[in-house]
Every structure is written in structure tokens, then in C-alpha cells.
């Protein structure tokens, strides 16, 4: 069974970066197309960025373009997103999602979900 594992998230000031990376617990990641969501309190969750299987298409939403920068290494089993000028709305949990379609990780329906790793950029 597909599992996503999230990790690099935590406190950071305004205008500093992080980095969140989701690796898949079969080593299989390179299989799939992947994206982050983001949720933040009382808020609906977001696509933010998403990539294709080789890592040669890459997709953002219009807020992160310019700060954000989602990469791939499949040898290495994972896909980071390079969060930089990190404003106090970035503050969210982010989610890590995996599908064969890509289409499905763009639209939010992808069949594979992490728990999640929370973000929080302090103004």
C-alpha cells in the first residue's frame, strides 16, 4: 500500500524558507505524478504546486509562483518543495499527494494522501 511521508515542516519569520519533502514508504514515488495542497484553520485546502513522474513539467498557483519550487529526484524516492519568501499566509499544513494522473494530483483527487506537515511562518 502507497504511503506518503511528509517531513521538513516547522517555524520560520517572514521572508525566511523551508523545505518540505514527501517520500513514499515502497520506494515507488518515481511511479507517480505528485503535488502539495495546503489547508490553514478555517480555511479550505489549496492546491499549491504539483510535478510531473519525470520532473519535467512543473504547475503552481498563482500566490507561490516566483517563491515556490517543487523538484523530484526518483532515485532518491522524493519530491521537495523549496518554499522561499515565505509570507505569514503561507502558514498552513501542507499535504503531499501522489496518482499515475496527473490530472487527478492537479484537481485535488489524487488516490494517495500523507498526514501532513505543518508549516508556520511568523510575521
Known amino acids: 500500500q502507497v504511503q506518503l511521508i511528509e517531513s521538513g515542516g516547522g517555524l520560520v519569520q517572514a521572508g525566511g524558507s523551508l523545505r518540505v519533502s514527501c517520500e513514499e514508504s515502497d520506494r515507488a514515488l518515481g511511479n507517480y505524478a505528485v503535488g502539495w495542497f495546503r489547508q490553514a484553520p478555517g480555511k479550505e485546502r489549496e492546491f499549491v504546486a504539483a510535478i510531473n513522474w519525470r520532473g519535467t513539467n512543473t504547475y503552481y498557483t498563482d500566490s507561490v509562483k516566483g517563491r515556490f519550487t517543487i523538484s523530484r529526484d526518483n532515485a532518491q524516492n522524493t519530491v521537495n518543495l523549496q518554499m522561499n519568501s515565505l509570507k505569514s499566509e503561507d502558514t498552513a499544513r501542507y499535504y503531499c499527494?501522489?496518482?499515475?494522473?496527473?490530472?487527478?494530483?492537479?484537481?485535488?483527487?489524487?488516490?494517495?494522501w500523507g498526514q501532513g506537515t505543518q508549516v508556520t511562518v511568523s510575521s
Open positions: 499527494t501522489a496518482d499515475y494522473e496527473l490530472y487527478a494530483v492537479r484537481a485535488g483527487t489524487g488516490s494517495f
